[in-house]
Antibody, heavy 125, light 106 residues
Framework: QLVESGGALVHPGESLRLSCIAS????????MTWVRQAPGKGLEWVAN????????FYLDSVEGRFTISGDNAKNSLFLQMNNLRAEDTAVYYC????????????????????WGQGTQVTVSS | AIQMTQSPSSLSASVGDRVTITCRAS??????LGWYQQKPGKAPKLLVY???ILERGVSSRFSGDGYGTDFTLTISSLQSEDFATYYC?????????FGQGTKVEV
C-alpha cells in the first residue's frame, strides 16, 4: 500500500514537499515513480527513482525544479517541488514499479502495479 | 520525447460489445508498453504490461497486442464495470509518456 501526503494550495513560485509512505514492501527494492493528473486531463509521468543505484529521471518541464528522493529508514518516497507553476496543479500519485525481467534477456519492463490514492497540489495566486 | 497517440479519444459501446483501442508510438518501442484503466476519482489500475502480458487478477476478456509502433487493447465482451478511461504508457525511453486516453462510455 502507498499513502501520499503533503498536497496543498500554494502560490506560484512557492515550494512543497510530497511524501509517500509504503507498507507491505520495501521501497528500496523497486523503482518508484510519481505520476500526476491535471484537472480533467490525462496522466503524466513526472519522475522516478531507484534506491539501489541512486538513478533518477525527470520530465523535462520539472527538471531543475523538482527533486525525487527516498528514505530507507522511513520506507518513504519524496518529491520536493520548488518554484511551482500554475501548470503543476494536479493530483500526484506515488507508484511502485514491480518491473518484469524475462529470463535470459536484457529486457526490463515497467509494471506500475501499486498506486497511492493521490494528493492534490494546487498552484494559484 | 516519444509521443503516444491513442484512438479513438472516446467511444460509445454497449454491454457485450467487442471494443478495440489503438495506441501508436512516434517511433519504434519494441513491446515496451502498458495499458491502464482509470475510473473517475480513482487511481489507475494496471491491466497489461510488455504489450501483451495480462496482470494477475485482471479478467481474461482484456488482451493486449502489438510491437514496434502499433498496439491494441481489446475487451472481448464489454461489461458494465469496464466503462472507464484507458491509457497506454511507453516504457522504452525517458521521459515515460502516456497516451491521451480513451474514454469508453455507454
Amino acid at each position: 500500500q502507498l499513502v501520499e501526503s503533503g498536497g496543498a494550495l500554494v502560490h506560484p513560485g512557492e515550494s512543497l514537499r510530497l511524501s509517500c509512505i509504503a507498507s507491505g514492501f520495501n521501497l528500496q527494492d523497486h523503482w518508484m515513480t510519481w505520476v500526476r493528473q491535471a484537472p480533467g486531463k490525462g496522466l503524466e509521468w513526472v519522475a522516478n527513482f531507484h534506491y539501489g543505484s541512486g538513478k533518477r529521471f525527470y520530465l523535462d518541464s520539472v527538471e531543475g525544479r523538482f527533486t525525487i528522493s527516498g528514505d530507507n529508514a522511513k520506507n518513504s518516497l519524496f518529491l520536493q517541488m520548488n518554484n511551482l507553476r500554475a501548470e503543476d496543479t494536479a493530483v500526484y500519485y506515488c507508484v511502485r514499479d514491480r518491473e518484469y525481467h524475462p529470463r535470459s534477456t536484457e529486457l526490463w519492463f515497467d509494471v506500475f502495479d501499486v498506486w497511492g490514492q493521490g494528493t492534490q497540489v494546487t498552484v494559484s495566486s | 520525447a516519444i509521443q503516444m497517440t491513442q484512438s479513438p479519444s472516446s467511444l460509445s459501446a454497449s454491454v457485450g460489445d467487442r471494443v478495440t483501442i489503438t495506441c501508436r508510438a512516434s517511433q519504434g518501442i519494441r513491446n515496451d508498453l502498458g495499458w491502464y484503466q482509470q475510473k473517475p476519482g480513482k487511481a489507475p489500475k494496471l491491466l497489461v504490461y510488455a504489450a501483451s502480458i495480462l496482470e494477475r487478477g485482471v479478467s481474461s476478456r482484456f488482451s493486449g497486442d502489438g510491437y514496434g509502433t502499433d498496439f491494441t487493447l481489446t475487451i472481448s465482451s464489454l461489461q458494465s464495470e469496464d466503462f472507464a478511461t484507458y491509457y497506454c504508457l511507453q516504457d522504452y525511453g525517458y521521459p515515460r509518456t502516456f497516451g491521451q486516453g480513451t474514454k469508453v462510455e455507454v
